[in-house]
């Protein structure tokens, strides 16, 4: 499997930073370097950060209208009552689609959007960027089942069915700290029906924002890897969306994936929103995971541009202070290039294949 020290990341939010953007055109802003956030394509490059999974998410609702009432007015809809209506949602999942489509389209071939191992193998020996497209929240799916058929045909390869938000498909994950994720009632009918769905599409089913009945129903449903894209171990951080050794277990079992979260409200013990946090703590996070799960199962899912950040890590360009953190914890090589991409890739053409 071709690698050569590129790093693959499970989860980021780079398609809802350009869809709230207010720069004039923030997908060239985004190519050529000038859009503020934790990546752009120069720093990608720079740190050999070569793709991931990149969200499509709806963000919530109070904060669009306080601080970006102009993409209410920029939907379908011009309607800013108490929530989205229903077909802003819709275009709002649209409109970060066709953003990564204009990311594709107006690179001159630097970025790519990969369905495929095989593509996304191509894109690290054409020096590519490798784009693989997430659902984070499927609102939109609920509110329109016949869209996944839409979405995948663009490219959707992986999907989170829950956020913090309830919706047909099962109540959201939304708790003070701390708590366990044991926070309400599993997946509907409805939410186990689009499980099996998208589970026969070969989706990647994200687990990170389920609660831990909804988790346990989909782990009885799904015949592949369990995958956890952005999540962290409970035991250290007792955010509800953390997850538990039992959890662990089980996606062990399942040759599954969780990649660690740079977040540090889901790093620190005491779950604050607090900068001054050691990348000590990412690396702890880390080497538990690997402790419960082995090797092959631990990746990184940053959430950049969708995260607070500690101070040593402002964004990608600063991923390389990371792993000599994981050096200096004696990380083996091996481990930190699974750690890297390799695990990603394991698990991606498991569940694609």
């Known amino acids: 499997m071709i690698f050569d020290g590129h790093i693959f990341d499970g989860h980021n939010d780079l398609l809802t930073r350009l869809w709230l953007s207010n720069a004039d055109d923030p997908v ?12 752009d394509l120069p720093r990608c490059r720079q740190a050999e950060w070569m793709g991931g999974l990149f969200s499509i998410f709806l963000p919530p609702f109070n904060y669009v209208k306080s601080n970006h009432p102009d993409k209410l007015a920029n939907a379908s809809s ?32 630097q970025i790519k959007i990969c369905t495929t191992l095989a593509q996304i193998q191509t894109c690290i020996q054409n020096q590519q960027f490798a784009i693989v497209l997430h659902l984070e929240g499927a609102e939109a799916f609920a509110i329109d089942p016949e869209l996944l058929d839409e979405f995948y045909e663009a490219g959707l390869r992986s999907i989170g069915l829950l956020w913090n938000r309830k ?7 939304n708790v003070p700290f701390p708590h366990s994720p044991d926070t309400g009632t599993g997946l509907t009918n409805d939410g186990k029906d689009f499980i099996e769905k998208c589970a026969k599409k070969r989706m990647v089913i994200d687990v990170s924002h389920m609660n831990e009945r909804a988790f346990w129903d989909t782990a009885k449903i799904i015949d592949q890897p369990i995958v956890a894209t952005h999540s962290n171990a409970h035991a250290l951080c007792a955010q509800a969306r953390n997850l538990t050794d039992e959890q662990l277990r089980a996606i062990k079992e399942s040759n599954g994936m969780v990649g660690v979260n740079f977040d540090v409200a889901f790093l620190r013990s005491d779950g604050k929103r607090d900068t001054h946090t050691s990348l000590d703590v990412i690396v702890e996070h880390l080497a538990y995971l690997v402790e419960h799960l082995g090797d092959n199962h631990v990746g990184f899912g940053s959430d950049f541009d969708g995260c607070l950040l500690p101070d040593d890590l402002a964004g990608v360009s600063d991923i390389d202070k990371l792993i000599e953190r994981m050096q200096q914890r004696h990380f083996s090589d091996t481990l930190i290039e699974k750690i890297m991409a390799k695990n990603w890739f394991r698990v991606l053409d498991k569940i694609w294949q």
């Open 28 to 39: 060239h802003d985004f190519i050529y370097g000038t859009l503020p956030g934790h990546l």
């Open 78 to 109: 011009l309607d800013s009552g108490a929530d989205f209506t229903p077909q802003q949602i819709i275009d709002i999942c649209r409109a970060q689609l066709q953003l990564a489509q204009q990311l594709q389209e107006r690179s001159n071939g």
């Open 167 to 173: 919706t047909k498909f099962g109540d959201g994950l």
